[in-house]
């Protein structure tokens, strides 16, 4: 129970569903005793609610401290403005599901209080009860975000650029008419992906499919072969051009494998200039993937090993276990 108390985000949401609470009986009073209309009713509770969130956030889940009057004012002032642009939303939102989808008026106020409690966490958190230092530790994240990114865009692309220049030696379409797909891929997976696409298309069920033989469970087949969610853009291809998705999309995981494992090697050592993507291209274009390429539904694993690897690490340093 210490914990949960002590965890802000566990704060916030019982607060929030206490902000909640009274916004909607609130609502509830406006219409059904006071008689006002909905879009009435809807405004005036969320303005009496914000209030209220406000005294609540600040005391009770931030522990904000301002240094001055003037400060508290601002600060107010802030968050009452955050909620007022975040209220628009809440009230043009209950009126289109109340007034145009015809959905029942406490019902539409019930779904928009979820998108609305997600958007006054990230603004409470991140703009109004933000303190100096975490504003600096903020920045400093931030900057070591987009060195990451930058990092995960040199290895995704230079090893991608490798496997495209073996690909276009080989004549892969566009370049010419052969395909990179051996063995299985060609004989076996192709004709999965070939039906999968047909699935897509035609808003077929994934359950079942009389494609081979007497039919076959094309569930399993799928979770065995085609989970991956990058498979789902063959729904806006020609099905003549299901091979060359295929093609394209081991193109685009062997990048992925040289992105992931450059990123993981700089978040580990972040001084590190230039090896993490050297590193990284070796991984990606190692002689497992090379050799087993065909296999295009294994390089997912391939790509998401270095983000287990980096989760299993800090489970083990003491960490959360939301990476892994």
Known sequence: MKKLVQNQAFRYIFFGCCTTGVNLVLTYVMRSLIGLNVTAANTVAVL????????????????????SFGALVKEAASFIGMRLGTMVVEVFGVVLLNS???????????????????LNYLISRFV?????????????????????????????????LVAAAGFFAFGMWPFGDNTVLIIDSLHQYLPFYTDFHGKLQNSQSLLYSFSGGLGYNFWSTYAYYMASPLNFLMAFIPRENVCDFMDFVILFKIGLCGGCFSWYLHRRDPQRDYLPVVFGMMFALSNFVIGYYFNLMWLDSIAMLPLIMLGIERIIKGGNGRMF
């Not at 009496?48 to 240094?67: C, D, E, G, M, Q």
């Not at 008026?105 to 779904?111: E, G, N, Q, Y």
Request: glycine content about 4%.
């Open 128 to 160: 109004v009860f933000r303190d100096e230092d975490s504003e600096a530790a903020a920045a400093e994240t931030l900057a070591e975000k987009k060195r990451g990114r930058r990092f995960f865009l040199a290895g995704f692309v230079l090893s991608a």
């Open 100 to 118: 145009v989808w015809g959905v029942q008026d406490m019902v539409a106020k019930l779904i928009i209080q979820v998108v609305i409690m997600v």
């Open 48 to 67: 009496l609610s914000i209030l209220f969130a406000y005294v609540v956030n600040k005391l009770f889940v931030f522990a904000h401290r301002t240094p």
